[in-house]
């Protein structure tokens, strides 16, 4: 029966994979074979994240380059409805939570969602890139490494970050990320891995950063769904050896 009211449905709202538009799915499996390779390492592609206090850029782990069928597919989910997206985009991190546990150090962490703005989490229902900080705890703690959703990070103020460059979008966000107050004691002393859907400049990341460790926190590395390729169409990077330690 439940088969039979799927494609009852389907005749009434017909369904298309949000990715390569393959009709009667919502994410086919070739699509979700994209986001299944295991995290990689992608940081050299964000000019944003570069440190000037000499101590380094921050580790950054994608699945996908965001182009093509995957890059539809996450514009899909987040601008034009497509929720039913959440949770294979979940999966994807939960999977990739499980084969990351290892490149960790052996430390309790604290998984923190980069924030969207007020505007976007009210359009979206919320913010959706929760869904994806908790499928990479599950996956983490899954592999042994504990791991807890940390208390949401804020924007202020300011404008989404599409279509923005790479310096205005450092602009955008400078000073809006924060730590709320009431969970500043949550994050102090604790080791952090954020999480974001996609890495473009960084400048995001970079942000977060800033705000956790202006509440104490030691940031080990950021996760996302897709990272855009640079202007050259620079290839997935080679893995790397070095764990992130906190």
């Known amino acids: 029966m439940t088969g039979l009211a799927r494609e009852l449905l389907g005749l009434l709202v017909p369904v298309e994979c949000a990715g390569c538009g393959t009709q009667d799915v919502a994410w086919c ?28 850029t ?23 409805g497509r929720v039913d ?9 939960c999977a990739a939570g499980g084969a990351l546990a290892t490149d960790l150090a052996p430390v309790p962490l604290l998984v923190a969602a980069a924030p969207s703005t007020s505007a976007a989490r009210r359009r979206r229902g919320g913010n959706l890139v929760d869904a994806l900080a908790a499928g990479l705890g599950r996956g983490l703690s899954g592999a042994g490494l504990p791991a807890q959703p940390g208390a949401g990070l804020s924007r202020a103020r300011g404008h989404d970050q599409v279509g923005l460059g790479a310096r205005a979008r450092a602009r955008n966000l ?14 102090a002393g604790r080791t952090v891995l954020v999480v974001d859907d996609v890495l473009t400049t960084g400048a995001t990341i970079a942000a977060c950063r800033s705000a956790l460790e ?9 996760v996302t769904l897709a990272s ?5 169409g620079a290839p997935r990077l080679p893995p790397r050896p070095d764990r992130a330690r906190g």
């Open 174 to 187: 400078a000073g809006q990320v924060r730590v709320p107050e009431r969970a500043a004691g949550r994050y």
């Open 214 to 222: 202006r509440a104490g926190a030691a940031v080990v590395g950021a």
């Open 29 to 56: 499996p070739s699509c979700a074979a994209r986001l299944a390779g295991g995290p990689w390492r992608c940081e050299d592609r964000a000019p944003r994240l570069d440190r000037l206090d000499g101590r380094g």
């Open 58 to 80: 921050l580790p950054v782990w994608t699945l996908a380059d965001c182009s093509g069928d995957v890059r539809r597919a996450i514009v899909a989910w987040k601008d034009r």
């Open 228 to 232: 855009t390729p640079g202007p050259s």
């Open 85 to 93: 997206l959440t949770a294979a985009f979940a999966a994807a991190l």
